[in-house]
Nanobody, 114 residues
Framework: QVQLVESGGGLVQAGGSLRLSCVAP????????MGWYRQAPGKQRELVAR???????NYADSVKGRFTISRDNAKNTVYLQMNSLKPDDTAVYYC????????WGQGTQVTVSS
């Protein structure tokens, strides 16, 4: 079973920062658009940020200017740097490869306290 492994979640105060990491199998990572999604309690899962193999990026409007997605092809790893965190950013964050019909990690909890 393909497994994407996330790390870096935790509890942080509003205004703080966290960096999420996701390691994927090389066979999945290379050539794959990689994304971070999140799901808050009672809400649908939503795309936070996405990066293509060509390093094009796009972001949800709610995180533009605060979050940065990047990838390290040598390490088969995608990152999400989250700055100026807000309580509304509280959610389980999921790593994804090859889009919603593709591959998912187990999720990592991010909690932002006010």
């Amino acid at each position: 079973q393909v497994q994407l492994v996330e790390s870096g979640g935790g509890l942080v105060q509003a205004g703080g920062s966290l960096r999420l990491s996701c390691v994927a199998p090389r066979s999945i990572f290379l050539g794959s658009p990689m994304g971070w999604y999140r799901q808050a309690p009672g809400k649908q899962r939503e795309l936070v940020a996405r990066i293509t193999s060509g390093l094009s990026t796009n972001y949800a409007d709610s995180v533009k200017g605060r979050f940065t997605i990047s990838r390290d092809n040598a390490k088969n790893t995608v990152y999400l740097q989250m700055n100026s965190l807000k309580p509304d950013d509280t959610a389980v964050y999921y790593c994804n490869g090859w889009g919603p019909q593709g591959y998912w990690g187990q999720g990592t909890q991010v909690t932002v306290s006010s």
